[in-house]
């Protein structure tokens, strides 16, 4: 049972480049999340997903798109990374809204 | 909106010393109170929660009370250890929602 999943762990990007960013949990939960970390801004949610099929905007989703593959996946795609966009990406899911979040070990993404 | 602010770090105890990490929050309804914890290199861990005023989350020798009066939500330990250097956060989150709203993160360092 690996609990929430992500990859890769570390990417560097040059300004102007895509990536995406893949999350997979197998623990059979409905709601999933994308958050990112800033030194001294704690986690801010970018989307989430409350069930399959469904996507929603979060507090900072701008430069960001999401596609709820199936139950188990979740990914985050930066079309056109900027320097800001640098930060730690943390991976979440629940089994329904408002329960205990699960988080993955993080992405630590650097845009040049 | 709502918001959670904690005591900025870092926090530097001697092994064995009492901690406490200040926790507020601004609520426009009842929330749903929890201590993260983040341990070098991984994600967030839930360490306890609580869901409804004077309840009391406990784990790991950690302990936190709900206080509605003082809109507070503290993290104390008798006696901690080297394996307590971490980051803590603060977060409130509604029972029928999905979204998390964290504190910036307190960094404690605890030397032998």
């Known amino acids: 049972n690996a609990g929430v999943t992500q990859t890769p762990k570390f990417q560097v990007l040059k300004t102007g480049q895509s990536m995406t960013l893949q999350c997979a949990q197998d623990m059979n939960h409905n709601s999933m999340y994308w958050y990112r970390q800033d030194p001294g801004m704690g986690l801010r949610l970018i989307y989430y997903s409350a069930s399959e099929g469904t996507t929603d905007k979060g507090e900072v989703p701008n430069g960001y798109n999401v596609s709820r593959l199936n139950k188990r996946e979740f990914s985050l795609r930066l079309e056109s990374a900027a320097p800001s966009q640098t930060s730690v990406y943390f991976c979440a899911s629940s089994a329904q809204e408002g329960n205990e979040q699960f988080f993955g070990p993080g992405t630590r993404l650097t845009v040049l | 909106g709502d918001s959670v602010t904690q005591m900025e770090g870092p926090v530097t105890l001697s092994e064995e010393a009492f901690l406490t990490i200040n926790c507020t929050y601004t609520a426009t309804g009842y929330p749903s109170l929890f201590w993260y914890v983040q341990y070098p290199g991984e994600g967030l861990q839930l360490l306890l929660k609580?869901?409804?005023?004077?309840d009391k989350g406990s784990n790991k020798g950690f302990e936190a009370t709900y206080r509605k009066e003082t809109t507070s939500f503290h993290l104390e330990k008798g006696s901690v250890q080297v394996s307590d250097s971490a980051v803590y956060f603060c977060?409130?989150?509604?029972?029928?929602?999905?979204?998390?709203?964290f504190g910036g993160g307190t960094r404690v360092l605890v030397k032998p």
């Open positions: 609580a869901t409804k005023a004077d």
């Open positions: 977060a409130l989150s509604y029972p029928a929602g999905n979204k998390l709203t």
